[in-house]
């Protein structure tokens, strides 16, 4: 997985990065992710201040999801709780039509 860690008005710090990388790391076993982008800003006018937005580049659609709030801690675990949500959703819809017997491949053109 390539990681592309940005920050925005804000020091970035290296357990901040691993941490980033572990949770990244955990998600990776859900699905398979190619690229993550990461943005984390710190709005100085907001509340709350802490911002971070995720775009994952998955097989199928990509995954986005954002998080804020007052520590970068809880926005981080908010994103990643939102990521696992969509990442759920959408095995549990792909087992629901393995089941009902519709396919995800599209249909053959007659020859």
Do not use: C, W, Y
């Not at 691993?18 to 800003?41: D, F, H, K, P």
């Not at 775009?55 to 990509?62: E, S």
């Not at 926005?75 to 990643?80: E, F, I, N, P």
């Not at 949500?85 to 995800?104: E, H, M």
């Amino acid at each position: 997985m390539k990681l592309i860690l940005q920050h925005r008005f804000h020091q970035p710090s290296d357990s901040f990065t691993a941490l980033v990388e572990s949770e990244l790391a955990a998600l990776g076993t859900q699905r398979r992710i190619a690229e993550a982008r990461i943005l984390v800003e710190r709005q100085k006018d907001k509340s709350p201040p802490f911002r971070i937005s995720a775009h994952l580049v998955t097989p199928g659609p990509d995954v986005m999801a954002e998080a804020s709030d007052h520590t970068l801690r809880a926005a981080l675990t908010k994103l990643v709780r939102s990521l696992q949500d969509t990442l759920s959703q959408r095995a549990q819809k792909r087992i629901r039509n393995d089941r009902s017997g519709v396919s995800s491949r599209p249909l053959s053109q007659p020859t």
